[in-house]
């Protein structure tokens, strides 16, 4: 690769790295794995970084590698080792007064099955339309809006209330 074109990709990663983890983080449960998930899609993406100039939406593209290599991760065997009862606590930030909210509503994510919390994540954290996300899971539109739904009820059960008003990606994040 060019030193010019080195140069490129680190700056787009650079910039993109946060929210590509974020998703990662939500979509795997795991801060750990999510850091694996989007090191092997920017890996793929580094190995193919010449010919992304031809590629319309980037952005959209790197996306996709990054939930694909999130639903990957989890089919591994060795993915669902778990050492321990429940993940350990992560450092919060001492002046953010949502931190317990977004601990309640991660808490609440992991208990969902699998594909609802993929699908909550996605259109909710990502902001993605139903048409996009079942391209991406490879699921028909109905599928996601069922999954959307149920996950929802099973989420507000789980929280003990109706209303999920202001738990989107700014009280999930």
Same mark, same amino acid.
């Given at each position: 690769m060019r030193p010019a074109w080195e140069q490129d990709f680190t700056q787009y990663v650079g910039a993109r790295i946060p929210r590509l983890h974020r998703i990662a983080r939500q979509l795997l449960g795991d801060s750990d794995r999510a850091d694996d998930a989007v090191q092997n899609a920017l890996t793929v993406l580094y190995q193919r970084w010449p010919r992304m100039r031809e590629v319309q939406h980037l952005d959209a593209y790197v996306h996709t590698m990054v939930v694909r290599a999130c639903l990957g991760d989890r089919r591994r065997w060795?993915?669902? #080792?778990?050492?321990?009862?429940?993940?350990?606590?992560?450092?919060? #930030?001492?002046?953010?007064?949502?931190v317990e909210q977004r601990m309640v509503v991660r808490a609440a994510l992991r208990s969902l099955p699998e594909g609802q919390r993929t699908v909550l994540v996605l259109r909710y954290l990502c902001d993605l339309p139903v048409a996009e996300v079942a391209r991406l899971l490879g699921r028909s539109e109905g599928t996601v809006k069922s999954q959307t739904s149920n996950g929802l009820r099973a989420l507000r059960r789980a929280l003990g209330q109706g209303d999920l008003t202001g738990v989107t990606s700014g009280g999930v994040g």
């Open positions: 060795w993915a669902r #080792v778990q050492l321990w009862a429940a993940p350990p606590d992560t450092a919060a #930030v001492a002046d953010d007064p949502l």
